[in-house]
């Protein structure tokens, strides 16, 4: 007995003076202010929940200890809170980086109109994404064109955001694009407007604030196709390229001017009746290939059109239709291309394939 009484304090001596620090060292936490650390926002602790280790404790008011040093409340793991800290924030971390990112995929409403947008299923805007603009032709609408270059299921065969907006009504009820002074208007007589040109302008520039829009393309069918050169030769700020189905660019070639150069696809049935493949001067259409020529001028192309007959399948046909005329060597490797093609006429059937074709050609 006499022994025990002089053994349990000095054990207990023992056990204190294990768990106090270095009379050298400062403890970092216990040595701050606990009032002026920073809450971590990725374990989400905040200084309420740090405690340092109250130092000048009266030894009569310390907890029992085992043959361990170990409070018995505890068991064998301490009291030691920064492990917890540090699993916290590194589970809030891996939640952050999995959790998927919130994307607006409302409708964007441009001017007066409300435009749909589609997107892939995957998308969580974490890296840049094309953008398509697609335009229906006279009298049609959104729908139609949606249908027609079958723009939704674009969406989840590839990596592309598309916009299909509608046109407004004329006198007659019609669905038009104020294009050039070919095609078309809102009045008996082609007379230009700028409202079209103001609210696609509007509708580019709200989707690249809202989404991280690595190019823009018009593609546009009709009505629609001239409406896509009037963009590209009035708001070449906000466009890298267009393909018209069907459409042409302005007769007078002096009439457009871009800000840079614009890529151009033209896509042309050779025995269109309503857009002559061969141009008609009455009604101010160029031919498809002056359409071209005119726009290797603008890009300021230093080689010659090349010629591929029968190289392409557009209209899913027993063997290739369509002819290739491209230009290269342009200023931004900005190239002017026409697929002609054989035995199309105003609106060819178009096969299954045909938009990531122009997206291909587009996007190189």
């Known amino acids: 007995m006499h022994i025990l009484r002089f053994i349990t304090p000095l054990l207990l001596l023992l056990s204190l003076g294990a768990c106090s620090n270095d009379p050298g060292t400062v403890d970092p936490i216990s040595s701050q202010d606990l009032g002026t650390i920073d809450s971590d ?49 590194t589970a809030d971390l891996s939640q952050d980086m999995t959790s998927p990112r919130e994307v607006d995929r409302s409708n964007i409403i441009a001017m007066d109109r409300e435009v749909p947008v589609y997107l892939p299923e995957d998308f969580d805007n974490s890296e840049p994404i094309p953008l398509v603009v697609a335009l229906h032709g006279y009298s049609t609408s959104g729908g139609y064109i949606n249908n027609y270059f079958k723009l939704e299921e674009l969406t989840q065969q590839t990596h592309v955001a598309v916009l299909i907006p509608e046109g407004r009504r004329n006198v007659s009820q019609a669905k038009y694009w104020s294009a050039t002074d070919a095609c078309c208007s809102g009045q008996s007589l082609n007379t230009l407007e700028d409202d079209d040109l103001l609210f696609l302008r509007d509708l580019i520039t709200q989707a690249k604030t809202r989404y991280d829009i690595s190019k823009v393309f018009l593609v546009g069918h009709s009505n629609g196709g001239y409406m896509s050169y009037r963009m590209a030769c009035d708001a070449a700020d906000l466009v890298d390229g267009i393909m018209s189905l069907a459409g042409a660019t302005f007769n007078d070639k002096e009439r457009c001017a ?9 896509v042309h049935g050779i025995i269109d009746p309503l857009v002559s493949y061969e141009g008609n001067a009455l009604y101010n259409i160029p031919s498809a290939n002056d359409t071209v020529a005119y726009w290797a001028d603008y890009n300021a192309c230093q080689t010659e059109p090349s010629q591929q007959d ?45 938009m990531l074709q122009v997206l291909e050609h587009l996007d190189d």
């Open 41 to 89: 926002s990725d374990s989400g602790t905040t200084p309420q929940d740090m405690h340092a280790p109250d130092q000048t404790q009266d030894l009569d008011t310390l907890p029992p200890l085992d043959m361990d040093g170990n409070d018995p409340d505890q068991g064998d793991h301490g009291t030691d809170q920064g492990d917890d800290i540090t699993h916290d924030a």
């Open 258 to 266: 871009p800000s840079r150069p614009v890529k151009i696809l033209q």
């Open 310 to 354: 029968n190289a392409l399948d557009l209209i899913g046909a027993s063997s290739p239709e369509t002819h290739i005329t491209s230009y290269s060597g342009c200023d931004n490797d900005a190239s002017v291309t026409l697929w002609s093609i054989e035995g199309g006429n105003h609106t060819p059937p178009l096969h299954d394939n045909f």
